[in-house]
């Protein structure tokens, strides 16, 4: 299965400010999708990230708080914008291969605001 | 929608005890379905999947079947180790027939497992 690797693993930040999380994979895959784990929490899509195409959101996420990068087939980004509170959560990208194929997860984004 | 359901946790075991994690789900067509584990400090790993009516996944001495006729996948372990204390998730993938399908996950609360010695 692919490599996923995210940075940062971890990150505190202020209120108000916005934080870039980066995820790279060791192998060409055409999905990637981000996620959300609030505290204590199952996880939650926030988008599907298509190489050379707009993102696609879920319902309740939107791209001014949360833009996403997906240059080439190997990596993609995403941003929280404007942080608060709320925001506080552990962020993982993941990969797919195909219907029908389970999708692998980086080790997520650990991310606290003050 | 599609939805899973699983069993509320805390789960609290001793060592060499039997394991099962209910989960059941709600979906259109044929999923496929999944179990996801994190251990503390760490993101998901695929624990085991199973694609199509009674088929059963199974890895590390987990195993689960799925059952369309009671749309359950749930997940058994015949003896608990200390080292198998986790977050155990059950998520599908949709498949809607008339839409061509989905590769988005639909994830469980989660069912938190402690093994005691």
């Known amino acids: 299965s692919a490599v996923i690797s995210q940075k940062p693993s971890r990150d505190i930040c202020q209120r108000g400010t916005s934080l870039t999380i980066q995820c790279q994979v060791d192998?060409?895959?055409?999905?990637m999708f981000w996620y959300r784990q609030q505290p204590g929490q199952s996880l939650t899509l926030i988008a599907t990230?298509?190489?050379?195409?707009?993102?696609?959101?879920e319902s309740g996420f939107v791209i001014d708080k949360f833009p996403i990068s997906r240059p080439n087939l190997t990596f993609s980004t995403l941003t929280v914008s404007n942080m608060s509170p709320e925001d506080s959560s552990i962020y993982l990208c993941?990969?797919?291969?195909?219907?029908?194929?389970?999708?692998?997860f980086g080790d997520g984004t650990r991310l606290s605001i003050l | 929608g599609d939805s899973v359901t699983q069993m509320e946790g805390p789960v609290t075991l001793s060592e060499e005890a039997f394991l099962t994690i209910n989960c059941t789900y709600t979906?259109?067509?044929?999923?496929?379905l999944f179990w996801y584990v994190q251990y503390p400090g760490e993101g998901l790993q695929l624990l085991l999947k199973?694609?199509?009516?009674?088929d059963k996944g199974s890895n590390k001495g987990f195993e689960a079947t799925y059952r369309k006729e009671t749309t359950s996948f749930h997940l058994e372990k015949g003896s608990v180790q200390v080292s198998d204390s986790a977050v155990y998730f059950c998520?599908?993938?949709?498949?809607?027939?008339?839409?061509?399908?989905?590769?988005?996950?639909?994830f469980g609360k989660g069912t938190k497992l402690t093994v005691n010695p």
């Open positions: 993941s990969v797919g291969a195909g219907r029908y194929q389970p999708q692998h």
């Open positions: 192998s060409q895959v055409t999905m």
């Open positions: 990230a298509n190489q050379g195409s707009e993102a696609t959101y």
């Open positions: 979906a259109t067509g044929y999923p496929s």
């Open positions: 199973a694609t199509k009516a009674d």
């Open positions: 998520a599908l993938t949709p498949l809607h027939i008339t839409q061509g399908g989905s590769e988005k996950l639909v």
